[in-house]
Every structure is written in C-alpha cells, then in structure tokens.
C-alpha cells in the first residue's frame, strides 16, 4: 500500500486544528476525508473504504466512543487512533475498550500523528511480509492466521484487531515463557507508560475470551512480572 494510495478518515469537531491536520496530511500524500461530527463520519465510512481512521473523542452528533463500536462492528482490521486531551486520562482506556488501537493527546505535533499513522500503515501490510515472521499457529485446538487476522476453531471464526492478532503472535512466539511487562508493551506499543500497561490488560482479557473454549490454554499473569501462555499435554 503506497503512501500516497492510503486513506484516511479523520473526525475532529474543532474546525481550525481540523484544517490544519487536514492539510498537513495531504501535503504527506494522504487521501484525507475530514468530518466535523460523528454522524457525518460514519456516513462516509459506509460509502467508501479507509485504510485508517483517526477521532476525537468529543464530538457532536455521535461521540467518538460510539463512531469507533460501530466502526469495529463493520471491520475488525481497520487501525483506529483517539485523539484525547491531555487531561481525560479515563478516555484512553474507554477507547481501548471499544477497539482502539492507539491515541495520541493535544495538543500533538503532525510529526507525531504522521509518525503513528505509519507505524499502523506499515503494520497492516501484513501479506507482503509473511517471510518475516510466522503467520499461522495451532493453538491447541484453535487455528490462528494472523495474516488473515482471524481464530478459528470447530469451524467458528473470530475475526481480530490487528493489535489482538499482534499480542495473539506474540504469545504464540514465546509459549511457555514469562514475557514482562515492558517487553510487550515496547515491542507492540513502543512504550510501557501506565495507560498502555492498563490498554494491555484490556486486550490480554479478549484474548482469553476469545480462547475459553479449549480449557488447556491459559494466559498467566506472573505478578509483578509479566504474562505466559501455556497450553497443558
């Protein structure tokens, strides 16, 4: 996926910082679709694809909250990014919550939203990377494509996120070992600050959800340590 072929929906209801951002990403090349409210937004993505969708939280109409459920119901793979203040702390675990990815906070430098919109970019390009890592896994009695960012047992799919599919692989990685904290976090979320700690805790909670149907597997948490998956003989 080149650059200048992504596209982006970007949903800020402050006008000015809207412009601004808007510009700036399509002086990078971006396709950008801005809308001022939540509504609009979810009307444009109904009617055309997005290969990355960055909201505010605040936003008129339908909140960003709303705007991300709704579009994780629609597809499971998109990268979404919140854009929070600085001082709502709880927004960026309620955005993990309804299936973000990432969140930047204002006030943020282009530099650093182009940055994080790369990252996510690069990451989706899964199917021209698969010599890079492995990219299916049995795991016990469930098959997991990551390239197809899906877990399947007994004929019953579960479609993922990029990052659950990215912690899933992780795990798969190291079974058996106890992975710390920090090591997790840095390698899928380059940091290990205290909310991407609490966002981890979140997606460590789906994955053993979405794997509780094959009583052999477990995600340990070592206190004080990190995480370990096991699967029993």
């Not at 877990?151 to 579960?158: G, M, S, T």
Request: neutral net charge; hydrophobic residues 40%.
């Amino acid at each position: 996926m080149e650059t200048s072929k992504a596209k982006i929906l970007y949903v800020e209801d402050d006008v000015n910082l809207g412009f601004v951002t808007t510009d700036n990403l399509k002086l990078k090349g971006y396709q950008t679709v801005y809308c001022k409210d939540g509504k609009t937004a979810l009307d444009a993505f109904k009617k055309e694809p997005f290969d990355i969708c960055i909201l505010d939280v605040m936003l008129p109409e339908i909140d960003g909250f709303t705007v991300a459920r709704t579009i994780r119901e629609k597809n499971k793979s998109i990268p979404i990014i919140f854009i929070t203040a600085k001082t709502m702390k709880e927004d960026r675990i309620a955005g993990f919550m309804t299936g973000a990815d990432d969140y930047i906070t204002k006030p943020f430098s282009i530099e650093e939203l182009l940055l994080r919109i790369e990252v996510f970019l690069k990451r989706s390009k899964v199917t021209e990377n698969k010599n890079a890592l492995p990219v299916h896994f049995n795991i016990g009695n469930y098959y997991f494509d990551f390239e197809g960012l899906f877990l399947e047992i007994k004929k019953e799919r579960k479609q993922l996120t990029l990052k659950e599919a990215e912690l899933l692989r992780f795990f798969c990685m190291n079974l058996d070992k106890i992975s710390k904290r920090e090591e997790i976090l840095k390698t899928l979320w380059g940091n290990d600050d205290y909310f991407m700690g609490r966002s981890l805790d979140v997606f460590i909670s789906r994955l053993r959800k979405y794997l509780d149907k094959d009583k052999r597997i477990s995600i340990e948490n070592i206190h004080g340590v990190g995480f370990r998956m096991c699967i029993e003989s």
